[in-house]
């Protein structure tokens, strides 16, 4: 799978698209198709350096959207908004990347009434707007 690597922050950060391997489903957790990730001001934040305990290599992104692969509680083939929380994105590989694992207290199914469009800006960029 692709992914979106953030080696170094600030004015300039080196960022780079790598392979790597399609991550493991634990327990409590669901392996997520990405179809959208957004980028809002954490990542941003993070990117530039400004959060001093983050560690280097990450793969930013906090919030986005995708279809269930595998999961203990949701069908495979939901589509779901996933929030990161403190750790997605931040302390933990996020959401620029194909495939994400994540706890399923972070994973919300969403209505046929909502795009994977707008599910992936539901949780931060909704709420900050």
Do not use: C
């Not at 269930?68 to 959401?95: C, H, N, P, W």
């Not at 495939?99 to 207290?105: I, K």
């Not at 046929?112 to 539901?122: Q, V």
Request: hydrophobic share 40%.
């Amino acid at each position: 799978m692709k992914a979106i690597i953030t080696r170094t922050t600030g004015s300039a950060p080196v960022m780079n698209i790598e392979s790597r391997n399609i991550p493991q489903k634990r327990d409590g957790t669901s392996l997520v198709r990405i179809h959208w990730a957004s980028i809002n001001q954490l990542s941003n934040t993070i990117r530039t350096g400004a959060f001093s305990d983050t560690p280097f290599p990450l793969v930013l992104g906090n919030e986005g959207s995708g279809i269930i692969e595998e999961s203990d509680i949701f069908a495979k083939g939901t589509r779901v908004a996933v929030y990161g929380g403190g750790q997605l994105g931040i302390t933990e590989d996020g959401m620029f990347q194909e495939w994400v694992v994540v706890d399923n207290r972070r994973i919300m199914a969403l209505p046929d009434s909502i795009t994977l469009d707008e599910g992936a800006a539901l949780t931060v960029n909704y709420l900050t707007a």
